[in-house]
């Protein structure tokens, strides 16, 4: 055992932005997203969850490295290196995503916990949900709060120990994984479109970028232009292993969530579901009252993790883009604005929540305008990695450069389809 121990700490140390980051993909909304399609659409959606590995990968390896070799997120190099006008749009189409996004998942968690304990006081749950994440990013210090965070990703293991309590048809898996059945609907399309969304998304991208920069300074490293080539290429394999497995680890969780909702709830003639609580309440007499249980702990503790991701990310791309002072590793005398605006995104979130909005449609939305904002981010994204102004000897290699415009010409493609289809249907 203490071999064992020994053994995995290389590994552990090694793995931070890149786990948090595919951890907080599967969010509430996330969630949502995935049962709300394999509820609708059973195990013909499945093959979503593989084609978008490799570009979900990708793309968090390009931003990831613009962050390292910057040593800035990527608002400040779009500051610095691009006309303002662009960086300020980027900006606000991240911002006012992610803002949506936490409104939508404080809800999720409101619902979750009123399963859980019976009390039906949904605002004053989103409150508290609130205040604990708000006040964790301000008062705990980053090496203490990160730490945290590396634990939280845990809490999605709960959805792959449903998945064994529901009755799989494996075969019909197999073929929904590798087979696409599409359709051309504007209902399909949505789905399509939020689960490209709800899993290569904008607040992903800065989040990443921005935590391997601030780690990097942590750390005391000198600028990645200035290493040597074994030191630097440790380093890109560092974050290569860091990113394969937060990605993986990310579409195995959505894998089990929507083949749960495929064998438990799609195969018992259940298609529609307007709540995330009312999808655990689907559950129960399907897959037992443990699985229910596990799901709704699941939608709290990867709310609990997306949360602060969520509000730091547009922090982080708001600040930067400013000329702020940015990082949580800054107090929050020394970076007001950064926590001003931390705070502000998290305190509109709540203020969403206060409507009659369908909550699953809610999600829904988040995760599809995540969809289509992403396709403009990841583009300026991808001429940036490419210039050797900006990255210097680390620009993108030809591999990276044709996973990553694949990766924006299938989040364009689906947006069109949605936006054409929901244009022509009657």
């Excluded at 997120?73 to 911002?95: E, F, H, M, N, S």
């Excluded at 968690?109 to 994440?133: I, K, N």
């Excluded at 982080?316 to 705070?343: C, D, I, Q």
């Excluded at 990841?378 to 210097?392: D, F, I, L, P, T």
Aim: aromatic share 8%; hydrophobic share 55%; with cysteine.
């Amino acid at each position: 055992m203490k071999f064992l121990t020994r053994s995995t700490q290389p590994l552990l140390k090694s793995l931070g932005p890149g786990l948090v980051t595919g951890a907080a993909d599967d969010d509430p909304s996330g969630i949502a997203t995935y049962s709300q399609a394999g509820a609708q659409f059973g195990t013909g959606v499945l093959w979503t969850t593989v084609l978008t590995l490799p570009l979900m990968v990708a793309i968090q390896l390009i931003s990831a490295r613009i962050g390292w070799v910057t040593g800035q997120g990527l608002a400040a190099t779009l500051r610095r290196r691009y006309p303002r006008p662009l960086g300020l749009a980027i900006v606000v189409l991240l911002v006012v995503a992610n803002t949506i996004n936490l409104g939508a998942d404080l809800a999720a968690m409101a619902g979750a916990a009123r399963l859980l304990t019976g009390v039906d006081a949904a605002h004053r749950w989103v409150m508290a949900f609130a205040a604990v994440s708000v006040g964790l990013q301000i008062w705990l210090p980053f090496p203490k709060y990160s730490p945290i965070l590396k634990g939280l990703t845990l809490s999605l293991l709960a959805y792959v120990a449903v998945l064994f309590s529901a009755q799989v048809n494996w075969t019909q898996v197999v073929l929904g994984s590798l087979l696409p059945q599409l359709h051309l609907g504007a209902d399909y399309w949505m789905v399509i479109v939020a689960v490209l969304g709800t899993t290569i998304s904008p607040y992903l991208f800065f989040w990443q970028a921005s935590q391997e920069a601030e780690e990097h300074a942590l750390r005391g490293d000198v600028p990645a232009g200035d290493m040597d080539h074994p030191t630097a290429r440790s380093h890109l394999r560092r974050i290569r292993l860091d990113t394969w497995t937060g990605m993986t680890f990310s579409n195995v969780i959505a894998f089990c969530i929507m083949l749960t909702a495929a064998m438990a709830l799609h195969e018992h003639g259940i298609a529609n579901i307007q709540t995330t609580d009312q999808a655990a309440q689907a559950l129960r007499p399907i897959v037992g009252e443990a699985a229910y249980l596990l799901f709704s702990l699941g939608v709290i503790g990867t709310g609990l993790l997306a949360v602060p991701v969520l509000a730091g990310s547009a922090a982080y791309a708001m600040a930067e883009a400013m000329g702020w002072p940015a990082g949580l590793n800054h107090t929050p005398a020394s970076a007001k604005g950064f926590y001003g605006v931390l705070a502000a995104a998290v305190v509109v979130g709540v203020v969403l929540d206060f409507n009659d909005i369908d909550p699953i449609k809610e999600l829904m939305w988040a995760a599809v305008i995540n969809g289509i904002v992403a396709v403009p981010i990841m583009a300026v994204m991808m001429h940036m990695a490419a210039n050797r102004e900006v990255m210097g000897r680390f620009a993108i290699g030809r591999r990276l450069r044709w996973l990553g415009w694949v990766t924006v010409a299938v989040m364009a493609v689906a947006s069109v389809a949605f936006l054409w289809t929901s244009a022509t249907s009657p």
